[in-house]
């Protein structure tokens, strides 16, 4: 998954753009499915720029996904807009549309079948809900959490900061 952080102005086309570049670049999609992937991204950021009244919003912020699944990459448009867009981009996959999922959060999200650039090649679409990736080797243990001293020393500085006393130098 590929995200931005955007401030809601004209130049979030081109930043949401940009990124679809590069994920179709990465995850090795046909120029077909590029263009369309920034044709969908391209209405579903200005459906986000566009108050109700056609006017740009001032500093709304929006959030932009690319999503990988299979056999579709996820475009997706979060905003503070509280109203239904005005429409939804149409798409290889037929797949789209709009919800609350929170007060005073609106979501976009239309999906585009992936087409390869080789036939052979095969995406790398993630099968479930990611995980972290477990440690490796032996974990340390804290080395603060050993020392008696000083955390008696870090207790006693905090109690004193409670009291709004200066701290007294014990030992140095």
Same mark, same amino acid.
Request: aromatic share 6%.
């Given at each position: 998954?590929?995200?931005?952080?955007?401030?809601?102005?004209?130049?979030?086309?081109?930043?949401?753009?940009?990124?679809?570049?590069?994920?179709?670049?990465?995850?090795?999609?046909?120029?077909?499915?590029?263009?369309?992937?920034?044709?969908?991204?391209?209405?579903?950021?200005?459906?986000?720029?566009?108050?109700?009244?056609? #006017?740009?919003?001032? /500093? @709304?912020?929006? &959030?932009?996904?690319? *999503?990988?699944?299979?056999?579709?990459?996820? =475009?997706?448009?979060?905003?503070?807009?509280?109203?239904?867009?005005?429409?939804?981009?149409?798409?290889?996959?037929?797949?789209?549309?709009?919800?609350?999922?929170?007060?005073?959060?609106?979501?976009?999200?239309?999906?585009?079948?992936?087409?390869?650039?080789? #036939?052979?090649?095969? /995406? @790398?679409?993630? &099968?479930?809900?990611? *995980?972290?990736?477990?440690?490796?080797?032996? =974990?340390?243990?804290?080395?603060?959490?050993?020392?008696?001293?000083?955390?008696?020393?870090?207790?006693?500085?905090?109690?004193?900061?409670?009291?709004?006393?200066?701290?007294?130098?014990?030992?140095?």
């Amino acid at each position: 998954m590929y995200e931005l952080e955007l401030v809601a102005v004209p130049s979030a086309i081109t930043c949401a753009r940009l990124l679809v570049g590069y994920a179709a670049h990465k995850w090795q999609l046909a120029r077909s499915c590029e263009k369309e992937l920034g044709d969908v991204a391209d209405a579903l950021v200005q459906q986000a720029i566009l108050a109700e009244s056609g #006017e740009p919003e001032v /500093l @709304n912020y929006l &959030a932009f996904r690319l *999503r990988l699944v299979p056999r579709a990459v996820v =475009v997706e448009v979060w905003d503070s807009h509280t109203e239904a867009p005005r429409s939804l981009p149409a798409s290889t996959a037929d797949d789209g549309g709009y919800d609350f999922p929170g007060r005073g959060r609106r979501v976009m999200w239309c999906a585009v079948r992936t087409t390869l650039m080789q #036939e052979g090649s095969a /995406l @790398n679409a993630p &099968a479930g809900i990611p *995980r972290r990736e477990r440690l490796q080797g032996p =974990v340390c243990a804290s080395v603060a959490l050993q020392d008696q001293q000083l955390l008696q020393r870090v207790l006693n500085g905090l109690r004193t900061l409670d009291s709004n006393e200066e701290p007294s130098s014990s030992g140095s």
